[in-house]
């Protein structure tokens, strides 16, 4: 059935007595956003605006971009996508001589709707050209202690999960939660290059006593656990990096120089919420055609379409230097620095819910 965007009652959070409600939110929202912009400058950091409108809206299998048309003068449609990042803009900003970035930008990524989840949504990106990923953990500490101070809690909180932001953060790799939250080996379902084994995992959970379906592939498997088992237990009391992803699971990073199986890929969590998605970035274009090849040859397997490629950004690769880049949740965060129920608690003018046409007859 076809679907038009309109606004339910429950959502219509233009009421005045809803907005009442909202607006201390809204206004520690505008005070976070200040303190990390004055931060950012500090830190000598470039604030820039990538157009949203592009040919591609990312190369991630399970990531689910908004379509539409653009009419040239001549009349003729070409298919283009609102992004689900900003990355492959600000990449070409570094290879065309950028060295430090930084953007609040709007993305979009359908099929996502929940507390946590908006369709269009604020990613704070931000890159570094010559430094080591672990420097954005560094970054990442210091943005949710200025978002806590802005916001006035000094804490984290999401439901009844709270987060100290000053405490010394944890750090963990996937293969340690593996064995620490679900009894599972995770590297040794890994060949010495990185290639995923799916009966060696599903072996793993059976021995775990987690349950798996007969067609699941080791990336269904590895999700599984990562959502069930671990997240839950991550950001308590204190924010956690997890770092070290499989590089399989890591598509625009590249490999730890000490284990080709890995990639310095990590995550942030806080009250259990993932916030952020921090990458010591790959350069390497053919390498990076065939993993966004392997990407949508799986979206296609799995849900029958698939994106283009961008040509432009993997020649601008070769160009790029040697970065380290990460996305984080802005509303997320402001979230937990609020203790906000749900994001649209912490949007100025969140989305409407589509509702199913009404055949009049």
């Known amino acids: 059935m076809a679907t038009t965007f309109s606004t339910?009652?429950?959502?219509?959070?233009?009421?005045?007595?809803?907005?009442?409600?909202?607006?201390?939110?809204?206004?520690?929202?505008?005070?976070?956003?200040?303190?990390?912009?004055?931060?950012?400058?500090?830190?000598?950091?470039?604030?820039?605006?990538?157009?949203?409108?592009q040919i591609s809206p990312g190369n991630e299998a399970h990531l689910h971009a908004f379509g539409t048309a653009a009419v040239g003068n001549d009349g003729t449609a070409r298919q283009m996508y609102l992004h689900t990042s900003p990355e492959f803009a600000m990449k070409k900003l570094l290879a065309g001589g950028e060295t430090r970035i930084?953007?609040?930008?709007?993305?979009?990524?359908?099929?996502e709707r929940g507390p946590l989840h908006h369709p269009e949504f604020t990613m704070?990106?931000?890159?570094?050209?010559?430094?080591?990923?672990?420097?954005?953990m560094q970054d990442c500490a210091e943005i949710?202690?200025?978002?806590?101070?802005?916001?006035?809690?000094?804490?984290?909180?999401?439901?009844?999960?709270?987060?100290?932001?000053?405490?010394?953060?944890?750090?963990?790799?996937?293969?340690?939660?593996?064995?620490?939250h679900a009894g599972v080996?995770?590297?040794?379902?890994?060949?010495?290059?990185g290639t995923p084994d799916a009966p060696a995992l599903g072996r793993a959970l059976d021995a775990a006593g987690i349950g798996r379906s007969g067609d699941d592939t080791w990336s269904d498997m590895f999700s599984k656990v990562l959502v069930e088992r671990i997240e839950p237990h991550l950001g308590h009391g204190r924010m956690t990096f997890l770092d070290r992803?499989?590089?399989?699971?890591?598509?625009?990073?590249?490999?730890?120089?000490?284990?080709?199986?890995?990639?310095?890929?990590?995550?942030?969590?806080?009250?259990?919420?993932?916030?952020?998605?921090?990458?010591?970035?790959l350069t390497d274009p053919p390498e990076q055609r065939r993993r966004f090849e392997a990407e949508m040859a799986e979206k296609q397997r799995v849900y029958g379409e698939h994106y283009p490629l961008d040509e432009d950004f993997l020649a601008a690769l070769s160009l790029m230097p040697e970065a380290s880049g990460i996305a984080l949740?802005?509303?997320r965060l402001v979230m937990l620095a609020t203790a906000a129920p749900r994001i649209e608690a912490v949007l100025w003018a969140p989305v409407p819910e589509p509702v199913p046409d009404v055949d009049p007859r």
């Open 124 to 136: 704070l990106e931000w890159y570094r050209t010559g430094a080591p990923y672990e420097v954005l």
């Open 245 to 281: 992803y499989p590089v399989a699971e890591a598509a625009l990073a590249r490999p730890a120089a000490d284990d080709p199986r890995v990639a310095e890929r990590f995550e942030l969590y806080a009250c259990g919420v993932e916030l952020a998605n921090g990458f010591g970035e």
């Open 144 to 180: 949710l202690r200025l978002a806590a101070t802005a916001a006035g809690t000094g804490r984290l909180r999401w439901r009844n999960i709270e987060c100290d932001p000053f405490a010394a953060p944890e750090r963990l790799s996937l293969a340690e939660a593996f064995g620490r």
């Open 329 to 331: 949740g802005f509303d």
């Open 8 to 53: 339910p009652t429950a959502s219509e959070w233009w009421r005045p007595g809803r907005h009442a409600d909202r607006r201390p939110l809204l206004l520690a929202r505008n005070r976070i956003q200040r303190a990390i912009r004055d931060w950012l400058d500090h830190e000598d950091f470039v604030e820039v605006d990538p157009s949203a409108l």
């Open 185 to 193: 080996d995770l590297l040794s379902t890994l060949s010495a290059d």
């Open 102 to 111: 930084a953007a609040f930008s709007h993305v979009w990524r359908n099929r």
